[in-house]
Nanobody, 127 residues
Framework: VQLQASGGGLVQAGGSLRLSCAASGLSGRSFSSYAMGWFRQAPGKEREFVAA????????YYADAVQGRFTISRTNAEDTVFLQMNNLEPEDTAVYYC??????????????????WGQGTQVTVSS
């Protein structure tokens, strides 16, 4: 499974970005059989959970730091998961990674539950 994240960039505080993550190489499994998540890693810090979504989008989890500002969604017909980020803050600056959880369809916040990772996309928020 390959995950290709895109949509990062430089934005001023208060601005918005929309990240996309396209899956390929699913080896016959449907994209809808994977729960998906977004994580981020700032310089000098550990990778941390941002958001997760169930197989059909019916259940979502968010980190407290992004609750109410970020929205995770997915389009199974296009094998893609999204992260809409609004009202961005300088503290949101990080490399953002999408990840796939192949052994469950429910969302999970645990980094070790994810089996496949994208290459990351840089998000920089200026003050």
């Amino acid at each position: 499974v390959q995950l290709q994240a895109s949509g990062g960039g430089l934005v001023q505080a208060g601005g918005s970005l929309r990240l996309s993550c396209a899956a390929s190489g699913l080896s016959g499994r449907s994209f809808s059989s994977y729960a998906m998540g977004w994580f981020r890693q700032a310089p000098g810090k550990e990778r941390e959970f941002v958001a997760a979504i169930s197989w059909n989008g019916g259940s979502t989890y968010y980190a407290d730091a992004v609750q109410g500002r970020f929205t995770i969604s997915r389009t199974n017909a296009e094998d893609t998961v999204f992260l809409q980020m609004n009202n961005l803050e300088p503290e949101d600056t990080a490399v953002y990674y999408c990840a796939a959880h192949s052994y469950g369809v429910a969302p999970t916040t645990k980094i070790n539950d994810y089996d496949y990772w994208g290459q990351g996309t840089q998000v920089t928020v200026s003050s």
